[in-house]
């Protein structure tokens, strides 16, 4: 086993929180300490030789939503979209002051047994489906899982892992819903490698929409 | 042992599971947890409308048809270009966030919500580079010199698995997943620090090694996911500076404070090859284990023998 150096990057993340604390707070910088915070962690563990990263006082990432893709006007496309307020100090508040992420009401996110919640916001383009939810099934080297794909207004609105029937394999131990997983017998928490391409997820939500058609 | 919260929601093109543990000897506030894990997912959400390269509606599409002039983009949107782009200028373009023309003719095209392919319908006039990018900080907007669509897969995950660690961390104990990237809070539910296997790049199912973690994230680039269409040789991880994919290394393993920044240098390490790679890591305090198709074992000073 190998220590992976977190003392090390753990003095780093003090080192940059304590910058964080001198940094003073811009006027009409970030209200969301979550945004604020986080990019500004990266700026500063760039060496100085990419000042311009470093330079400019905290970007205040508007937490703003995209407007709906019908403001398709080119220039200015954030026009639209609310601008940072005041400045809040790197004050930890787990609720954030303003337009933050809201706490999705859909009770789908949290549903607790089944691991399904809402996937997409945004729709495709092109064909337009019938409404409701429809079910598909996908096969991998790992087993068999089922993705539902939420149809509101002829659109994709919601697409999930509905069930999942997987072989238990250790590279992919970390990707399974719990229900699946719970750690069995393996003897690592997570398991990092290159990102899993999902393709049994796509054919299961293509399976699902062609009966939407 | 029955994890006390965890999720798992189909996003950014892969999975993303959330487990947060809480503190140990405190009954769980688990409405406050569920909040803010729900908090957590919607930024996943968020960075994918603003940043995804395969929806004609997000921000990033929008700002790909708008050429020579300033567009006031969102902040989420600008961090991650703005960080892209130092990282791109740090190794000279081997890493580059204006591939996305070129991954989008070499086949890597398919939204992962409906499995079809995508097309942008924007031509190439000649090669870019992220010096055709312009930023003005003041004004927060970007510029497009030249007709490019910008990829930004080896940082927007990174952001919003940050931008979830941040809404976890009144937890301390949690893990965020996303397709094989990580950040790890506090510790495991046996209190010790985080376990995590690093995927062995040739045995489909095995580990090559084990980390032991806290609060850092652990993000691996590998050439084994993500296969060029129709079983050719290529993978997704193409080298800016040529548009062939990089053959040096077979995995590289980044450990950072921060989820993009680990993201962003594994990829970049992963074109830049194992001993170029390695400084880049060194150079960034962060540390990384590296594997080539060989098997050689490259590894930064940070990692240690426990």
Same mark, same amino acid.
């Given at each position: 086993?190998?220590?992976?150096?977190?003392?090390?990057?753990?003095?780093?993340?003090?080192?940059?929180?304590?910058?964080?604390?001198?940094?003073?707070?811009?006027?009409?910088?970030?209200?969301?300490?979550?945004?604020?915070?986080?990019?500004?962690?990266?700026?500063?563990?760039?060496?100085?030789?990419?000042?311009?990263? *470093?330079?400019?006082?905290?970007?205040?990432?508007?937490?703003?939503?995209?407007?709906?893709?019908?403001?398709?006007?080119?220039?200015?496309?954030?026009?639209?979209?609310?601008?940072?307020?005041?400045?809040?100090?790197?004050?930890?508040?787990?609720?954030?002051?303003?337009?933050?992420?809201?706490?999705?009401?859909?009770?789908?996110?949290?549903?607790?047994?089944?691991?399904?919640?809402? !996937?997409?916001?945004?729709?495709?383009?092109?064909?337009?489906?019938?409404?409701?939810?429809?079910?598909?099934?996908?096969?991998?080297?790992?087993?068999?899982? *089922? !993705?539902?794909?939420?149809?509101?207004?002829?659109?994709?609105? !919601? /697409?999930?892992?509905? *069930?999942?029937?997987?072989?238990?394999?250790?590279?992919?131990?970390?990707?399974?819903?719990?229900?699946?997983?719970?750690? *069995?017998?393996?003897?690592?928490?997570?398991?990092?490698?290159?990102?899993? /391409?999902?393709?049994?997820?796509?054919?299961?939500?293509?399976?699902?929409?062609?009966?939407?058609? | 042992?029955?994890?006390?919260?965890?999720?798992?929601?189909?996003?950014?093109?892969?999975?993303?599971?959330?487990?947060?543990?809480?503190?140990?000897?405190?009954?769980?506030?688990?409405?406050?947890?569920?909040?803010?894990?729900? @908090?957590?997912?919607?930024?996943? @959400?968020?960075?994918?409308?603003?940043?995804?390269?395969?929806?004609?509606?997000?921000?990033?599409? @929008?700002?790909?048809?708008?050429?020579?002039?300033?567009?006031?983009?969102?902040?989420?949107?600008?961090?991650?270009?703005?960080?892209?782009?130092?990282?791109?200028?740090?190794?000279?373009?081997?890493?580059?966030?204006?591939?996305?023309?070129?991954?989008?003719?070499?086949?890597?095209?398919?939204?992962?919500?409906?499995?079809?392919?995508?097309?942008?319908?924007?031509?190439?006039?000649?090669? &870019?580079?992220?010096?055709?990018?312009?930023?003005?900080?003041?004004?927060?907007?970007?510029?497009?010199?030249?007709?490019?669509?910008?990829?930004?897969?080896? &940082?927007?995950?990174?952001?919003?698995?940050?931008?979830?660690?941040? +809404?976890?961390?009144?937890?301390?104990?949690?893990?965020?997943?996303?397709?094989?990237?990580?950040?790890?809070?506090?510790?495991?539910?046996?209190?010790?620090?985080?376990?995590?296997?690093?995927?062995?790049?040739? +045995?489909?199912?095995?580990?090559?090694?084990?980390?032991?973690?806290?609060?850092?994230?652990?993000?691996?680039?590998?050439?084994?996911?993500?296969?060029?269409?129709?079983?050719?040789?290529?993978?997704?991880?193409?080298?800016?500076?040529?548009?062939?994919?990089?053959?040096?290394?077979?995995?590289?393993?980044?450990?950072?404070?921060?989820?993009?920044?680990?993201?962003?240098? #594994?990829?970049?390490?992963?074109?830049?090859?194992?001993?170029?790679?390695?400084?880049?890591?060194?150079?960034?305090? #962060?540390?990384?284990?590296?594997?080539?198709?060989?098997?050689?074992?490259? #590894?930064?000073?940070?990692?240690?023998?426990?």
């Amino acid at each position: 086993m190998y220590a992976a150096g977190f003392l090390r990057t753990a003095a780093a993340a003090n080192r940059l929180a304590a910058m964080e604390r001198k940094r003073p707070a811009a006027p009409g910088a970030s209200l969301n300490p979550a945004v604020a915070t986080a990019p500004a962690k990266l700026r500063s563990s760039l060496p100085p030789a990419a000042t311009h990263v *470093q330079a400019p006082p905290p970007a205040a990432p508007a937490v703003a939503p995209v407007p709906p893709a019908s403001t398709s006007a080119p220039v200015a496309t954030s026009a639209a979209l609310p601008v940072a307020v005041a400045a809040v100090p790197t004050t930890p508040a787990p609720v954030p002051a303003a337009p933050a992420p809201v706490a999705v009401p859909d009770p789908a996110v949290v549903l607790p047994p089944a691991p399904v919640a809402p !996937a997409v916001a945004a729709t495709p383009a092109a064909p337009t489906f019938k409404d409701g939810i429809f079910y598909g099934w996908g096969h991998c080297r790992h087993g068999d899982l *089922q !993705a539902s794909v939420e149809i509101k207004g002829g659109k994709i609105v !919601a /697409s999930a892992i509905a *069930q999942c029937f997987t072989r238990y394999s250790q590279d992919v131990i970390a990707a399974l819903p719990p229900e699946v997983v719970q750690r *069995q017998s393996n003897n690592v928490d997570w398991v990092s490698g290159a990102t899993e /391409s999902s393709d049994a997820f796509f054919y299961a939500v293509g399976e699902a929409l062609k009966q939407a058609k | 042992m029955k994890a006390a919260g965890t999720h798992t929601v189909a996003l950014m093109g892969t999975l993303i599971t959330i487990e947060v543990s809480g503190r140990p000897g405190r009954p769980p506030d688990e409405s406050a947890r569920e909040a803010a894990m729900a @908090r957590a997912f919607d930024w996943f @959400r968020r960075v994918e409308e603003a940043c995804n390269r395969f929806d004609g509606a997000s921000e990033l599409r @929008r700002l790909s048809t708008c050429i020579g002039t300033p567009v006031s983009v969102s902040g989420l949107l600008y961090e991650a270009v703005q960080f892209a782009l130092a990282v791109a200028e740090e190794t000279g373009g081997a890493f580059d966030p204006t591939i996305g023309l070129r991954m989008e003719a070499a086949g890597f095209n398919r939204d992962y919500r409906t499995g079809q392919p995508v097309n942008t319908a924007l031509v190439a006039h000649g090669p &870019v580079s992220y010096r055709d990018v312009r930023l003005d900080s003041a004004a927060r907007t970007v510029t497009l010199l030249r007709p490019l669509l910008l990829d930004l897969g080896a &940082v927007a995950k990174g952001l919003a698995i940050d931008l979830a660690a941040r +809404e976890l961390a009144p937890f301390e104990n949690f893990a965020i997943y996303a397709g094989g990237d990580l950040y790890l809070g506090g510790h495991n539910p046996a209190g010790e620090p985080w376990s995590v296997g690093i995927r062995h790049p040739r +045995e489909p199912g095995q580990v090559i090694e084990t980390l032991l973690v806290s609060d850092a994230a652990v993000c691996t680039s590998g050439d084994y996911e993500r296969r060029a269409p129709g079983g050719g040789p290529g993978h997704h991880l193409l080298d800016p500076r040529t548009g062939a994919p990089a053959a040096g290394c077979a995995s590289v393993t980044v450990v950072a404070p921060a989820a993009m920044v680990a993201d962003a240098l #594994a990829t970049a390490a992963f074109v830049l090859g194992p001993a170029e790679g390695l400084s880049l890591l060194e150079n960034h305090e #962060a540390d990384g284990l590296i594997f080539t198709p060989a098997l050689e074992r490259f #590894a930064t000073g940070g990692m240690q023998d426990e």
